[in-house]
Nanobody
């Protein structure tokens, strides 16, 4: 199993930046894919960005060019740098780990972007 703890959410004005962190309880090198998802009120949870243990990266179209996902295997941490934030980015952001022994989620961190 792996426990995931997100941090870094908060309140920011449109155009601002935030950096989310996801700390894992075990070595993430063995985890196939680490990702960030988000869920806005009344909407389904959606993929924001994902990174494989081989370094392949995928972004959702709405965040391309604004968000950057990265992973530090030595610190067992995955980051999401969010720039040029928009009000429509407001959501609870969740960290996800997809490994051979299961699919794990963090508790989520709230991101609120004011116009």
């Amino acid at each position: 199993q792996v426990q995931l703890v997100e941090s870094g959410g908060g309140y920011v004005q449109a155009g601002g930046s935030l950096r989310l962190s996801c700390a894992a309880s075990r070595n993430i090198f063995s985890i196939n894919v680490m990702g960030w998802f988000r869920q806005a009120p009344g909407k389904q949870r959606e993929l924001v960005a994902a990174i494989t243990n081989g370094g392949e990266i995928k972004y959702a179209d709405p965040v391309k060019g604004r968000f950057t996902i990265s992973r530090d295997n030595a610190k067992n941490t995955v980051y999401l740098q969010m720039n040029s934030l928009k009000p429509e980015d407001t959501a609870v952001y969740y960290c996800n780990a997809a490994s051979l022994d299961g699919d794990y989620w963090g508790q989520g961190t709230q991101v609120t972007v004011s116009s």
